[in-house]
């Protein structure tokens, strides 16, 4: 399931910039006069350029772009590229976004040749080509696709979703929006980090977050926060068993962790152990800041989720969950729901209930 969540996750972004490419390409018919100026002075192009050749051109070498776009973004998601800074992946990335551009081009000419034009009008074209359009595609190329991979880029910091909503300003004025919060902490995290110092704790603390990056695309979730050793993920509220699924994610986060156990001894001496709460409810979306700018949450159920969070301590490290989310999960066997009471988080008048969580796939880890 997460290889296919994986997929899913690479062939979006590539149907994206499949998309933005195509609009740079017409894009560049329209605006490139001084480019084409040549051609349509002479005659040499106005029949290619103002008759269908042009589209097709432009849907061959989208479509077989996005093709090895596809490739091109799936060994660019494996760990060992995102571990670059985003200056390099973003270089990297468009140059070999230029390779398979060149091979795209070499595609049209194919498609060009056995379908479209004869041989003598293909070399008549080719051969017509001058330094100016050769310069002046150039550039328009390359400001493309390293503006493209800028916003893929941006995209991935600020979470998929989220970079339309700031581009439209639609979180400008609060929003009301039912919420699923999963808190997560890393356990002894004070000890740990004594024990492999700062520099070494910090990589630590990276290769935990990119174990949990496989999980969040299973899941579908949303990272809304790091904050030190603590993950921040959420849901919207609007599927049955979304519920469900968090705290799938919570316990396939563990056991992912757990089967890497001899790579984290190996390296760091020590294998992490998250422990978690969980809470659901409305809360208000708004875009907050000016310099720096992010949507973020407010209301209850972050609180209370927090406050689950350091109950975990006191129930051996397990999942907390609340009373309500209790409620808003069904069909769920793999489970074992132990009810610890009520508590009253500060602020607050009404009691919460809250009940610690087992999977018994998990043994000991659960």
């Known amino acids: 399931m997460v290889m296919k969540t994986k997929k899913r996750f690479v062939l979006w972004d590539s149907i994206i910039i499949l998309v933005l490419f195509a609009i740079s390409v017409y894009l560049f018919y329209l605006a490139a006069a001084w480019g084409i100026s040549d051609y349509l002075a002479d005659n040499a192009y106005r029949d290619y350029v103002t008759g269908p050749g042009v589209h097709w051109e432009n849907l061959i070498l989208s479509l077989s772009f996005g093709l090895l776009l596809a490739v091109v973004n799936a060994w660019s998601d494996t760990p060992r590229v995102r571990r670059l800074p985003v200056g390099s992946i973003i270089v990297l990335k468009s140059l070999l976004y230029l390779l398979s551009f060149a091979f795209a081009c070499t595609c049209v000419m194919l498609v060009f040749r056995l379908f479209l ?29 390293l503006m493209i991979n800028f916003i893929m880029e941006v995209r991935r910091k600020v979470g998929p979703g989220n970079l339309s909503a700031l581009f439209t300003g639609y979180y400008r004025h609060p929003r009301m929006q039912d919420r699923i919060f999963l808190f997560l902490d890393l356990k002894a995290s004070t000890t740990i980090a004594e024990r492999l110092g700062p520099e070494k704790y910090s990589r630590f603390l990276r290769q935990c977050y990119y174990d949990l990056n496989e999980v969040v695309l299973d899941y579908r979730a949303q990272i809304y926060q790091f904050v030190g050793d603590e993950v921040v993920l959420s849901w919207k509220n609007q599927v049955r068993d979304t519920p469900l699924q968090s705290l799938r994610a919570f316990f396939d986060f563990k056991e992912k962790l757990s089967s890497r156990k001899a ?12 422990r978690g709460g969980i809470d659901a409810g409305v809360v208000t979306a708004t875009e907050v800041g000016d310099i720096k700018r992010e949507i973020a949450y407010h209301g209850d159920p972050l609180n209370t989720a927090a406050r689950l969070l350091e109950l975990s301590k006191t129930y051996g490290d397990r999942l907390v969950i609340s ?20 508590i009253q988080p500060r602020g607050k008048t009404e009691k919460v209930a809250i009940y610690t969580v087992r999977n018994d796939k998990l043994g000991s880890l659960s």
């Open 117 to 145: 034009f004869s041989p003598e009008e293909l070399a008549s074209i080719i051969g017509s080509t001058t330094p100016k359009f050769l310069i002046s595609a150039s550039l328009w190329l390359t400001m493309c696709i």
């Open 263 to 274: 790579l984290y001894e190996k390296k760091y001496g020590v294998v992490p152990l998250f």
């Open 323 to 342: 009373g309500k989310m209790k409620d808003e999960i069904s069909n769920a066997a793999e489970f074992i729901f132990d009810y610890q009471g009520e």
